[in-house]
């Protein structure tokens, strides 16, 4: 296992990854499978085993797959790579917008539902 490090010398980026994906998936609540899955729709194949090896640091991550993985996580790239401090400090805006965007989903799927059970109520009392 890669003990997270503090710095961001190149030979300290696969624990910082290691550290902040795990971090940032639990942040989100997503699941190893739901990370997978995203990173898999963004066009490379992740199985939730592999999710589970980069953040236990048994599997480098490579250059292109940790910008999907940073998208699938909603993060810049960068910040993935900071050390775990930097990137605790950074997070909350983006748990925010994270939680801002689920509302926004939220409230759209509502808002249909009550339109269509409007709908509904219209068709029935007009029968």
């Known amino acids: ?19 902040n994906t795990r971090f940032a998936r639990e942040l989100l609540g997503y699941s190893q499978a739901q990370v997978a899955k995203l990173v898999t729709e963004a066009g490379l194949t992740f199985y939730p085993t592999t999710v589970a090896r980069i953040e236990r640091g048994t599997r480098v991550i490579r250059i292109p797959e940790d910008q999907l993985l940073a998208n699938a996580l909603g993060v810049p790239v960068e910040l993935l790579r900071r050390s775990p401090e930097e990137f605790r400090r950074a997070i909350p805006p983006l748990a925010l917008q994270h939680e801002l965007r689920v509302a926004r989903e939220q409230a759209a799927y509502w808002a249909g539902r009550v339109e269509e059970a409007e709908q ?8």
Do not use: F, G, L
């Open 1 to 19: 296992m890669i003990a997270p490090v503090t710095d961001t010398n190149p030979s300290a980026i696969p624990a910082n990854i290691a550290a």
């Open 120 to 127: 509904a109520i219209r068709t029935y009392t007009q029968a």
